[in-house]
């Protein structure tokens, strides 16, 4: 039987949550909504972890960026659409999504393509091309990069 918690205890199990793992403040007012914590003592609770830097959304956003184009292998467009829903502001994703490593980010695109390309049957040249523009797609690449590297694979 889950009994209920006081402010001071999520306050302190957040404490506990955002110390071991990045975490943003649409994560800690998931959680405490979760913990039966009260709107306004949700808020009070989110303040004490902003001032005292256990939450910090530039620094959540880097991290995610990081992890989730060289972890994860996904796109600009589709770590910004997970970032929004989380409720990052647009100019701290912006500044995350600068921080991208270019030609690091181009490799990992190439070698998801060439992977992919290697899985795929001996279809017609623009059938593969569509299967590999659809997959760049899905992991949330842009469409004209995307372009651009599957004509690079599929005639070099």
């Not at 957040?14 to 994560?27: L, R, S, Y």
């Not at 830097?53 to 992890?67: C, L």
């Amino acid at each position: 039987m889950n009994k209920q918690i006081t402010t001071h205890e999520a306050l302190v199990k957040a404490q506990n949550i955002c110390a071991k793992q990045e975490k943003c403040k649409a994560d800690i007012r998931k959680k405490l909504y979760e913990w039966k914590i009260l709107p306004e003592e949700i808020e009070k609770i989110i303040n004490e972890l902003l001032e005292n830097k256990f939450i910090d959304e530039k620094r959540y956003a880097g991290f995610y960026v990081k992890d989730k184009y060289k972890l994860s292998k996904w796109g600009r467009i589709k770590i910004e659409f997970s970032l929004r829903q989380k409720q990052i502001e647009a100019s701290i994703i912006a500044n995350a999504l600068n921080e991208i490593n270019e030609d690091e980010y181009i490799e990992i695109l190439r070698a998801e393509l060439k992977k992919k390309l290697k899985s795929l049957k001996n279809d017609e040249k623009h059938k593969v091309k569509e299967k590999l523009l659809r997959f760049a797609q899905s992991r949330g690449y842009e469409i004209e990069l995307s372009i651009t590297m599957v004509e690079e694979l599929l005639t070099g």
